[in-house]
Antibody, heavy 121, light 109 residues
Framework: EVQLVESGGGLVQPGGSLRLSCAAS????????MSWVRQAPGKGLEWVAN????????YYVDSVKGRFTISRDNAKNSLYLQMNSLRAEDTAVYYC??????????????WGQGTLVTVSS | SYELTQPPSVSVSPGQTARITCSGD??????AYWYQQKPGQAPVLVIY???ERPSGIPERFSGSSSGTTVTLTISGVQAEDEADYYC????????????FGTGTKVTVL
């Protein structure tokens, strides 16, 4: 059974940093592109970033470029999102998601339960 | 930036058919995908590659595509289908960026 379990969310002040983790199991993690998708309270879904199987390619939505860094450790079956210079508008539930095919066209076929990040003073 | 537009809400009586549209300029060139999200839960993929249904998804869910619009159809709507639905696709400009639609709340009357 495919499982994705996020952790690391919490309350952080504007300008602060947070590192999210996603532990994957039930599939060959190193064979898939992986993504982070977020959802602000009461709002829609927004794709944030993704990373190739070997970590050699990474893409970001414009609003997080230069502030967020996606990474992975295939030996640990883990995905990460380092978030720096956090803003109030980054407040959201952050989901880890597996891409079925990878870019340029792919669905997210498995999702974690999400971890809440709240940016507030 | 690229956008996918959905109606904010659709209301339907049990047993009737719900149709949710998603419009975007790149949809003739890129596949569309559909997700169902119930309150407090993660999204679930219900349609991939415009019209394919993942295993375990009921046959009443179907997808179609025509030009710049894709449509998710729920035939014989059941109370359990009340949820938010999002389309998703990709920018066709080669930027490798994924985009979600604005979301549609389906209410079963």
């Amino acid at each position: 059974e495919v499982q994705l379990v996020e952790s690391g969310g919490g309350l952080v002040q504007p300008g602060g940093s947070l590192r999210l983790s996603c532990a994957a199991s039930g599939f060959t993690f190193s064979s898939y592109w992986m993504s982070w998708v977020r959802q602000a309270p009461g709002k829609g879904l927004e794709w944030v970033a993704n990373i190739k199987q070997d970590g050699s390619e990474k893409y970001y939505v414009d609003s997080v470029k230069g502030r967020f860094t996606i990474s992975r450790d295939n030996a640990k079956n883990s995905l990460y999102l380092q978030m720096n210079s956090l803003r109030a508008e980054d407040t959201a539930v952050y989901y880890c998601a597996r891409e079925s095919r990878g870019p340029p066209s792919s669905s997210f076929d498995y999702w974690g339960q999400g971890t809440l990040v709240t940016v507030s003073s | 930036s690229y956008e996918l537009t959905q109606p904010p809400s659709v209301s339907v009586s049990p047993g009737q058919t719900a149709r949710i549209t998603c419009s975007g300029d790149a949809l003739p060139k890129q596949y569309a995908y559909w997700y169902q999200q119930k309150p407090g839960q993660a999204p679930v993929l219900v349609i991939y590659k415009d019209s394919e249904r993942p295993s375990g998804i009921p046959e009443r869910f179907s997808g179609s595509s025509s030009g710049t619009t894709v449509t998710l159809t729920i035939s014989g709507v059941q109370a359990e289908d009340e949820a938010d639905y999002y389309c998703q696709s990709a920018d066709s400009s080669g930027t490798f960026l994924y985009v979600f639609g604005t979301g549609t709340k389906v209410t079963v009357l």
